[in-house]
């Protein structure tokens, strides 16, 4: 594949590294709906993160439906795929070829959507230490058109990312997803794009919202608006009061005729 400066990111715990190698250029899936796969290769199965295939598909689901599909300015929606048998170069196989950018391994590139492995990482090139948890990159590109991103999820022996909550893990693979699909770093604390704090990561925050909307924008219909300065008159409940309203005066007349009326 002709090298190509791509994405690679990298989140950490405690002591956060956070490395964006990134084009600038503004890549986006060329549909509205993307799925996320995990990926079981033959061979090499998530063996160390504390869970298996099957709840990672779980965890996905989560993250999609906390995060960024309540994104409303946006027309991307994210679905929990399956559980889908790869080849065994995805468990053991370097994601990048070469050198400070990322050359992605073709080996390695993915067909369509969002596909999520387990690393083992046998030549210790994908993970510079057990901190980093996961590195994403879009690795099938036609233009500016993204086909296809790996998501390489730490699975070696000492990898961190089985010590987190299964909240942690869903907003790391939240993020995770937020790359896979173009975003980068977000320089905004209170965000779940940046580059940190993976504990507090709880909701989209509105520069998270800022960036799926400018990459995916939703078409709103165009509509007339108006401003209605007395809305209670199309409440139907406004008339069954007035008629009540009526019926009382009127019977309150007649008991008056019949100097029946009661006295308070
Ligand atoms: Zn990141």
Not at 53 to 65: C, G, H, T
Request: overall charge neutral; charged content about 20%; proline content about 5%.
């Amino acid at each position: 594949m002709k090298a190509l400066i791509l994405f690679v990111f990298f989140i950490s715990m405690a002591q956060v590294q956070a490395f964006t190698l990134n084009n600038s250029a503004t890549l986006t899936f060329n549909k509205n709906e993307v799925k996320v796969n995990i990926g079981n290769a033959s061979g090499r199965p998530c063996t160390n993160i504390g869970v298996d295939e099957n709840e990672l598909l779980s965890i996905v689901s989560d993250a999609v439906d906390q995060y960024w599909n309540r994104a409303p300015t946006s027309r991307l929606k994210l679905r929990a795929g399956s559980v889908k048998s790869v080849a065994a170069a995805y468990g053991t196989g370097d994601i990048c070829n070469s050198g400070t950018s990322c050359d992605p391994n073709p080996a390695l590139a993915v067909d369509s959507d969002i596909l999520i492995v387990c690393n083992g990482d046998p030549s210790d090139h994908n993970f510079s230490s057990a901190g980093v948890l996961a590195i994403t990159v879009p690795n099938n590109i036609s233009g500016k058109d993204i086909l296809g991103s790996l998501i390489m999820i730490n699975d070696k022996t000492t990898n961190q990312f089985k010590y987190k909550s299964r909240d942690e893990k869903i907003s790391i693979i939240a993020h995770e997803i937020g790359h896979a699909f173009g975003l980068g770093h977000s320089p905004v604390k209170d965000s779940l794009m940046y580059y940190a704090t993976v504990n507090m990561r709880k909701f989209l925050g509105a520069d998270d919202i800022d960036g799926i909307s400018y990459l995916y924008p939703k078409q709103q219909p165009v509509t007339c608006g108006s401003v209605d300065l007395n809305p209670d008159k199309k409440n139907p409940n406004t008339w069954l009061g007035l008629f009540i309203g009526f019926v009382l005066i009127a019977l309150l007349n007649q008991l008056r005729y019949l100097k029946l009326r009661p006295r308070f």
